[in-house]
């Protein structure tokens, strides 16, 4: 068990468009849920933190009118990147952390890549 | 604040052989978790391994083991019998426990070639 789609797996769109990601737990409840970004050949930057039911936490210089995060149940993230521009082209991965078990543990979704033109 | 340091930006390993790959970490806290992810060239994390702090013996996983030395601070990962779908990004990851809290801790990670 502990499987995490996301949606879509790539996706190409124009300049100014808005943009939604949905992660998803498959076959465990999440209470908390993470997205990232990640640039070629680096680590994984944490973007922020998403806990169902309640805002989102955003890391330090991550704007959250930029990058829109709702958690609305326990099995369901999405991430809105509205007005897309192309410095926004990346790599996003969500990850999910069960709520019961061994909570320490992120399970990864196998990412979406964005490409703003 | 906690780092993680992968000091080889890249290694290679002949198929069927063995590598080690290093991970040192910087806490002033005792209880925590480690982790070892491996992401292929299709890039989806996939874990490898875990490791508890207070937990003396080593963590192993089929042909993936560590050396975790708390003293030390490190947090090697040693795969046995390389094959090449072993080719991937490693990274190595810490959290404070209990680890229903806080984030994880990323290192920059270690490419590792698997050569036929």
């Not at chain 1, 320490?104 to 033109?117: A, I, M, S």
């Not at chain 2, 390389?82 to 190595?92: E, I, K, P, R, V």
Request: hydrophobic share 35%; net charge positive; proline share 4%.
């Amino acid at each position: 068990g502990a499987v995490v789609s996301q949606h879509p797996s790539w996706v190409i769109c124009k300049s100014g468009t808005s943009v939604k990601i949905e992660c998803r737990s498959l076959d465990f409840q999440a209470t908390t849920m993470f997205w990232y970004r990640q640039f070629p050949k680096q680590s994984l930057m944490l973007m922020a933190t998403s806990n169902e039911g309640s805002k989102a936490t955003y890391e330090q210089g991550v704007e959250k009118d930029k990058f829109l995060i709702n958690h609305a149940s326990l099995t369901l993230s999405t991430l809105t990147v509205t007005s897309a521009h192309p410095e926004d082209s990346s790599f996003y991965i969500c990850s999910a952390r069960r709520s019961g078990g061994q909570k320490e543990t992120q399970y990864f979704g196998p990412g979406t890549r964005l490409l703003v033109l | 604040a906690q780092t993680v340091t992968q000091s080889q930006p890249e290694m290679s390993v002949q198929e069927a052989e063995t590598v080690t790959l290093s991970c040192t970490y910087d806490t002033s806290e005792s209880n925590y978790y480690l982790f070892w992810y491996k992401q292929p060239p299709s890039r989806q994390m996939i874990l490898v391994i875990r490791q508890e702090a207070y937990k003396q013996q080593n963590a192993t996983e089929n042909r993936f083991s560590v050396n975790f030395q708390k003293a030390a601070k490190s947090f090697s990962l040693k795969i046995s019998d390389s094959q090449l779908g072993d080719t991937a990004m490693y990274f190595c990851a810490f959290i404070l426990a209990p680890g229903s809290q806080g984030n994880l801790i990323f290192g920059k990670g270690t490419k590792l070639s698997v050569k036929p």
